[in-house]
């Protein structure tokens, strides 16, 4: 089982920053890829940023030269510093954690989630 937790959202003004960190603990398992998603109150969930084991970026067109996604392969954390942060970047923005997971003889590869955590830009 694989447990993520994320942290840092808070209440920022527009062209301010903010820092997310995400950790993924648990056993028997090693991490494909971890990424951060987004949900603002009546929209879909999207990706903002991933990265790969491999160190394999994708940002959404939306973020791109404003946030940044960094990873601690050792740590299995992984962080997403927002800057010039704009009104519209307000959602919950959740971790996820793409995820091999052994059990026994058999490995499988599974989606982890974690519970979000809100990020609000307003003045």
């Known amino acids: 089982q694989v447990q993520v937790v994320e942290s840092g959202g808070g209440l920022v003004q527009p062209g301010g920053s903010l820092r997310l960190s995400c950790a993924a603990s648990g056993s028997g398992f090693s991490i494909n890829a971890m990424g951060w998603y987004r949900q603002a109150p009546g929209k879909p969930r999207e990706l903002v940023a991933v990265i790969t084991n491999g160190g394999v970026i994708n940002y959404a067109d939306s973020v791109k030269g404003r946030f940044t996604i960094s990873r601690d392969n050792a740590m299995n954390t992984v962080y997403l510093q927002m800057n010039s942060l704009k009104p519209g970047d307000t959602a919950v923005y959740y971790c996820?954690?793409?995820?091999?997971?052994?059990?026994?003889?058999?490995?499988?590869?599974?989606?982890?989630w974690g519970r979000g955590t809100q990020v609000t830009v307003s003045s």
């Open positions: 996820n954690t793409d995820a091999r997971v052994r059990t026994g003889p058999v490995s499988y590869d599974y989606d982890y």
